[in-house]
């Protein structure tokens, strides 16, 4: 494909380019500069504890470098009402702050205050769509030789694919910077690029084709809502809040074993047990309910940092389903299917019937909830430079007024490295009691071991008091 950036230069303060189809969607929940998707509680953060000597002025140069090396983290979205665009500045610093950890005796101790830190970060973090670069870093010390490292980026310059290639590259740009062996950077496309690539994909024979799909798929559905608590005050800022669980080991194996002889992966099952749980709180057979991709679908981008994340609104008919694997079963299909016709959100609905997005964005009384399987490139090596990097995933505190999602509920589910699975039902705490989001969640799992125990048996009916 051709490349409108090639001519660009990295100092061109003016440079411009048109919208990513994700950028354009993001643009719907505009709210202005102190609030929603643009506003400073739109962000994404990861944490990582980092072993190993740090030089703090070594740091703040590798930071730099990545700003440089990835467009997204200086871009800035012109709102011009008929025109929208993207404009990339040149690099600039990036802001660290560098603090002290309290003492702590034990690695126990440690590992415990290092999550604090993170969901200390997580409920004080601010970082505007408008302040560039949209990067910003901490780095919180133990002692000279274990540290907590905190990446936070604004929402419209990355997405949770997108922090660990920013970590990865950091470190690699850390320790060529000391003069320790490091692999070499891997080429990078930018965002503008994808941006300039969607755009010469609209018009293909697959995206024609595509569209059909998604047009004959999704007529006459309707992207299934659950009711909230109380009314929802579209006119007041969102307050969201975040509930933790954990589905423990025994239910992570059997999750597992079950995909195996289904010939699916742990995700396909855990999602058709969210289809289960919909089925039950609703008494809907035909659900309709988004998961969340990579949005990284054509080779090359796989390294590209931006806000590439993909919704689907996935389709499956529980009626008919004699048992919880015939369900799985369904499910797969329909993944499998929407996956091979993967296009940006904002595509699919604009080729779908009205109502399948209009009573979701404008209700009241209800919300979408998307689910996802926590994301994560292929692995690259964890310990580069000296520095052995260990990911802060294992975070179990339910908090309120954390960073925010554009709308509705999220539910993540994370394959942990231990054995169990990590699970998060992000919400908006005006629309939803903490009571109520625990009930679902304790729900859920109890359906996923109910149907794990008994994948050939009858599905449960609905419960009449859901």
């Known amino acids: 494909m051709s490349d409108p950036l090639k001519d660009r230069t990295a100092d061109d303060a003016s440079a411009r380019r048109p919208l990513s189809a994700n950028e354009e969607f993001m643009c719907a929940f505009d709210r202005g500069d102190d609030l929603g998707v643009f506003g400073p509680r739109g962000i994404?953060?990861?944490?990582?504890?980092?072993?190993?000597?740090?030089?703090?002025?070594?740091?703040?140069?590798?930071?730099?470098?990545?700003?440089?090396?990835?467009?997204?983290?200086?871009?800035t979205i012109i709102r011009e009402k008929d025109a929208p665009?993207?404009?990339?500045?040149?690099?600039?610093?990036?802001?660290?702050?560098?603090?002290?950890?309290?003492p702590a005796a034990t690695e126990a101790d440690r590992e415990r205050l290092a999550h604090e830190f993170l969901d200390e970060v997580d409920r004080d973090g601010r970082l505007g769509a408008t302040e560039l670069p949209l990067l910003r870093a901490t780095l919180a010390r133990f002692d000279d030789?274990?540290?907590?490292?905190?990446?936070?980026?604004?929402?419209?310059?990355?997405?949770?694919?997108?922090?660990?290639?920013?970590?990865?590259?950091?470190?690699?740009?850390?320790?060529?910077?000391?003069?320790?062996?490091?692999?070499?950077?891997?080429?990078?496309?930018?965002?503008?690029?994808?941006?300039?690539?969607?755009?010469?994909a609209r018009d293909s024979e697959s995206a024609t084709i595509a569209r059909e799909y998604w047009k004959d798929t999704l007529s006459g559905g309707e992207m299934l809502i659950l009711p909230?608590?109380?009314?929802?005050?579209?006119?007041?800022?969102?307050?969201?809040?975040?509930?933790?669980?954990?589905?423990?080991?025994?239910?992570?194996?059997?999750?597992t074993s079950l995909a195996k002889s289904l010939h699916c992966s742990p995700f396909m099952v855990l999602f058709a047990c969210f289809n289960l749980f919909l089925h039950r709180r609703t008494g809907r057979t035909d659900i309709v309910s988004?998961?969340?991709?990579?949005?990284?679908?054509?080779?090359?981008?796989?390294?590209?940092?931006?806000?590439?994340?993909?919704?689907?609104?996935?389709?499956?008919?529980?009626?008919?389903?004699?048992?919880?694997?015939?369900?799985?079963?369904?499910?797969?299909?329909?993944?499998?299917?929407?996956?091979?016709y993967e296009l940006p959100f904002g595509e699919i609905i604009a080729k779908s019937e009205p109502e399948l997005m209009s009573g979701p964005i404008m209700n009241v009384s209800s919300v979408v909830s998307a689910f996802q399987i926590s994301q994560f490139p292929p692995e690259e090596a964890d310990d580069i430079g000296g520095l052995r990097l260990d990911a802060l995933r294992r975070r179990l505190t339910s908090l309120v007024d954390v960073?925010?999602?554009?709308?509705?509920?999220?539910?993540?589910?994370?394959?942990?490295?231990?054995?169990?699975?990590?699970?998060?039902?992000?919400?908006?705490?005006?629309?939803?009691?903490?009571?109520?989001?625990?009930?679902?969640?304790?729900?859920?799992?109890?359906?996923l071991l109910a149907s794990l125990k008994s994948p050939d048996s009858a599905l449960p009916k609905q419960e009449s008091s859901a």
């Open 44 to 75: 994404v953060l990861a944490g990582w504890r980092v072993r190993g000597l740090l030089d703090v002025a070594t740091v703040q140069l590798a930071l730099d470098d990545v700003v440089a090396r990835h467009e997204a983290l200086r871009t």
């Open 85 to 102: 665009y993207a404009r990339v500045s040149p690099p600039c610093p990036a802001a660290l702050t560098v603090v002290d950890l309290p």
């Open 145 to 200: 030789g274990d540290a907590v490292f905190v990446i936070v980026t604004n929402h419209l310059a990355s997405d949770g694919w997108s922090m660990q290639v920013l970590m990865r590259d950091f470190t690699i740009c850390y320790a060529t910077r000391q003069g320790l062996p490091a692999p070499g950077l891997p080429e990078t496309r930018q965002l503008g690029e994808y941006a300039y690539w969607q755009q010469e």
């Open 228 to 255: 909230t608590d109380r009314p929802r005050r579209l006119d007041v800022p969102p307050v969201y809040a975040v509930y933790r669980f954990v589905l423990d080991q025994e239910l992570a194996d059997a999750t």
């Open 290 to 340: 988004p998961v969340i991709t990579s949005g990284r679908t054509e080779p090359g981008f796989e390294d590209t940092v931006g806000t590439l994340f993909n919704f689907l609104p996935i389709r499956t008919d529980v009626s008919g389903c004699a048992s919880f694997a015939d369900l799985v079963r369904r499910t797969r299909a329909s993944l499998l299917e929407a996956y091979s």
């Open 403 to 447: 960073s925010e999602i554009p709308d509705g509920n999220l539910w993540e589910l994370d394959l942990h490295p231990d054995g169990d699975v990590v699970g998060v039902v992000k919400y908006n705490s005006l629309d939803f009691d903490l009571p109520t989001i625990v009930a679902m969640a304790d729900e859920y799992r109890e359906l």
